[in-house]
Structures are given as structure tokens and as C-alpha cells.
């Protein structure tokens, strides 16, 4: 779809009428004034189109580095109504922020080669991209049996992964622009020229280039996949944290394996990824981002977001219900959520026995121990203790005694057989607490049809 003359891509995902959106463009601000008031008040009035017109109605705001500078978020809740006083979180998005890092780990001093590297593979490029230099490597490709790639140039404001791509296309045609290369200097009769080519050939046969250009396409490539990752609309928060802490390891065990040189660049980039992982800017200004306490909550936001994890856990449900709201509390204590979006104690608990076994204390004084559905009832096999003191042990279906099961009551008395809905429903036996048994048919808790009494004595 085009917005505004921009070209916007809208993300529904063969959704059904009671899916949740993805991803859903409803607007692309352009403004003439960047001090951040245009840009909220321009926001702020596409939200409300789409009837979002509180902050209560927007779980965060993620935005690259020039909405934060400018304080896009707090001017825009500024705008909003509130009626919590819950500030809406605002997150700086990793993507951006990775790009950060590694931008700033290449610029320190002892990662000079890097900066080399990449401008002697710049330099190359530049030659054999376009016009008659990509039809000469084209043709020297053609005269090798080897067909080549067109050449990329590295870009300032591309992603890793575009950064891996520059390196792995240029790894592939290196015999070819070699070749390409020494046909060139050999065509060439300006003697600043020649030089230029001979230091660009000599760096093209050196084994140690060829080391940096592999490395690089290699951490540029781990770079480039977490950047894919955390991009992700279908990832879960912590799932895209997790593809960034793996990125971390795999960098850091790389670089175990590299010279000293190539080892530091990845040591670098580690320590800057943790600090841009923070939210912060160069001077260590977070900007007002929940960058940091949003990663230090990852585990309560999966605590209350993740129910697989909650009902593939052995916790005990009423352990696990009261985990479940504390780790609401600490999000409302530290304004990453509103107060009335922390679950109730009931609900905790239905949340936590969805689809699992275990047991729970009702507030009536009601017990259950036993198995449960996802909808948080009792389902498939279990014992409850009612508060008057009976005890049911058999089937559950849907909240209720149903299919075979045994109830034996506070004063002594006994039934056994088939439920239904709760009630005697089928065939059973039932025991008075003086000892008196009828056995037969039982329709909705009443005698029904075919059956016969049996005093204490055990004469009929």
C-alpha cells in the first residue's frame, strides 16, 4: 500500500476476524519541522483515526534513535489521555541499537584494520559495479567457466546482514576481481593509477587480507542473523532477547578461535552490544527508554505473557498463581504496565492449571488435586474435597463430576457409579450412612427406572 506517496508494507497474515494483528501500518508521519512536537502531534492524530485515543490503548513505543532524541514518546503521551497515569514504555528497537554497537566497536582505535578492510573492499567494488567495469568482470567470469556476483557497496546505514552480504559476494568473486584487476593495470598508462591498482592487487594476494575479509564476513554474518531475529513481528519479546544473548555467545566464542587483532574487534562489539543494549546514546544518555528495565524483566514478562511455559510448569498451581501476580506487581512498580492489567488471584490460578496437573484451595474451602483443560477447569481425572468434608475422587469434565467416580460424604454416606453434569446421572449404588443401599438407575441426582433397595440387614 502506498501512504503519503511512501511505500508501506501492511502484514495480516492469512489472520481470521478473531486473530490478533501482527503488524498493521495505519500511517507514515511526514513532517517539515523534526523537534519531535510535529512528529507526536502527527502520531498522535493517526492513532486517533484507528480510535486509539489513551495511552491505556498502547502497550509501547518502539522507535530508532531520532524519535528518542527528539522525545517523540513523552511528547506524545503528553498528547494522549490517561486515566492510569501509567507512562507508555518506551523502547529503543534493538535493530537500531545493534547497528549502534557494532558501528561503535569499528571505530575504536585498535580496530583500525576493520576500517581498512572494509575500504579496500570498498574500493574494489566501486571499479567492477557498474558500467564498463561490471561488463569486464563480467567478462572475465565468462572467460574463467566461473560466473560472478554484481558487487555490493557498503553502506553506513544498512543492517549487518547487508554488511555480511558486501563481504560474502566480494569472498566469491575474488579470483575474478583479480583477474579483472591485472587487465585493468595492464590497459593502464597513468602512473598514479598503476600504483593504485599494483596496492589493491597486492592486498588481493595477501593471505592475511583474505583472513579479515572471512572473519568479518563471518561476525557480520552472526551479527546480521540476530539483526533478522530481533526484527522479527512473529517473535516474542523474549524470544527476540534471546536471539541477541545468543548472538553475544556466539561472538564471544569466535573470537577464542581469531588472532588477537581480529579477537578484539569481537570483543569490542560485545562490550558494546551490552552497552547499546541499555538504550543508551553515545554519551550514555538512556533518553528516557526502558531499554534496560525491560531487559532486566524479561523473566516477569514471560512469567505472565508465556501460558505454555506456565502450564508446562511442576510448580504447584497455587505456588505458581501467586508467582504469576507477583511477577505482574513488579511490572506495574516499575511503569511497564498499568495496575488493572495484573491478573486476580482466581485468574492467576486458571492460568497456571490450564492444561496441566495440579492441585488448587478455593476460597470457599474447596480443594482440588488433579488434571485441568486450558481453559483452567477441572478435566479428565482427579479428587475434590468439598467444604462440608465429602470427597469425590473419579472424573472431571469441564468444571464437573462426569463418567465414572466415587463420593463419599461427611455423615458416611456413599455413592458409586456414573455421573453426569455433577449429578448421579446412570447406573450406581448408593449407601445410606445407615447402612441402607439401592442399586440401579439414577437420572439427574434422582432414583429413575429399574432398581431395588437393600436394607442394612441385606434382606430384600
Request: some cysteine; hydrophobic content about 40%.
Amino acid at each position: 500500500m502506498s501512504i503519503f506517496g511512501r511505500k508501506a508494507q501492511t502484514l495480516v497474515p492469512n489472520a481470521e476476524p478473531d486473530h490478533i494483528f501482527q503488524t498493521f501500518v495505519v500511517g507514515a508521519p511526514v513532517v517539515k519541522n523534526h523537534d519531535g512536537e510535529a512528529l507526536a502531534a502527527d502520531i498522535c492524530s493517526t492513532l486517533s483515526e484507528v480510535g486509539v485515543t489513551n495511552t491505556e490503548k498502547i502497550a509501547a513505543v518502539a522507535a530508532d534513535g531520532q524519535f528518542h532524541h527528539n522525545g517523540v514518546p513523552q511528547k506524545l503521551a503528553r498528547l494522549l489521555e490517561s486515566s492510569s497515569g501509567c507512562p507508555i514504555p518506551a523502547v529503543w528497537d534493538q535493530a537500531h541499537l545493534m547497528n549502534l554497537a557494532e558501528s561503535d566497536a569499528r571505530k575504536h582505535c585498535n580496530s583500525r584494520w576493520v576500517r581498512d578492510t572494509i575500504e579496500t573492499v570498498t574500493e574494489v567494488n566501486k571499479m567492477f559495479s557498474i558500467g564498463k567495469g561490471w561488463e569486464d568482470l563480467r567478462r572475465c567470469g565468462e572467460d574463467m567457466g566461473e560466473p560472478v556476483l554484481r558487487p555490493k557497496l557498503w553502506s553506513e546505514t544498512r543492517f549487518a546482514a547487508y554488511a555480511a552480504e558486501v563481504f560474502s559476494v566480494f569472498r566469491r568473486n575474488e579470483k575474478q576481481l583479480r583477474a579483472a584487476l591485472r587487465r585493468k593495470r595492464m590497459e593502464e598508462t597513468r602512473p598514479s593509477h598503476l600504483k593504485e591498482l599494483e596496492r589493491l592487487l597486492v592486498s588481493l594476494n595477501d593471505p592475511a587480507f583474505h583472513a579479515r575479509v572471512r572473519a568479518l564476513e563471518d561476525i557480520y554474518g552472526v551479527l546480521g542473523a540476530a539483526s533478522k531475529a530481533v526484527q522479527r513481528t512473529q517473535s516474542l519479546p523474549w524470544e527476540r532477547h534471546a536471539d541477541q544473548q545468543e548472538a553475544v555467545e556466539t561472538i564471544r566464542r569466535m573470537k577464542v578461535a581469531l588472532v588477537a587483532k581480529i579477537a578484539f574487534f569481537c570483543t569490542s562489539i560485545m562490550e558494546r552490544l551490552k552497552f547499546r543494549g541499555a538504550g543508551q546514546d553515545v554519551s550514555g544518555s538512556d533518553k528516557n527508554t526502558a531499554n534496560n528495565v525491560l531487559g532486566q524483566s524479561m523473566a516477569d514478562l514471560r512469567a505472565v505473557a508465556d501460558l505454555h511455559q506456565l502450564a508446562g510448569s511442576t510448580v504447584p498451581v497455587p505456588v505458581a498463581a501467586r508467582l504469576y501476580r507477583e511477577a505482574g506487581e513488579r511490572l506495574v512498580r516499575r511503569k511497564l504496565i498499568p495496575v488493572d492489567t495484573v491478573p486476580t488471584e482466581a485468574a492467576a490460578a486458571a492460568a497456571a492449571a490450564a492444561g496441566k496437573f495440579g492441585s488448587f484451595s478455593y476460597p470457599d474451602g474447596c480443594s482440588y488435586v488433579g488434571d485441568w483443560n486450558e481453559a483452567g477447569q477441572r478435566h479428565g481425572h482427579g479428587q475434590m474435597t468439598l467444604a462440608d468434608g465429602a470427597v469425590y475422587q473419579g472424573g472431571f469434565a469441564n468444571g464437573f463430576f462426569n463418567g465414572l467416580g466415587v463420593i463419599v460424604f461427611s455423615d458416611g454416606a456413599k455413592y458409586e457409579g456414573e455421573f453426569a453434569q455433577g449429578w448421579f446421572h446412570g447406573h450406581g449404588i448408593f449407601w445410606r450412612s445407615d447402612g441402607m443401599r439401592y442399586e440401579g438407575e439414577l437420572r439427574g441426582g434422582r432414583l429413575w427406572g429399574h432398581g431395588e433397595p437393600v436394607p442394612s440387614h441385606g434382606y430384600r
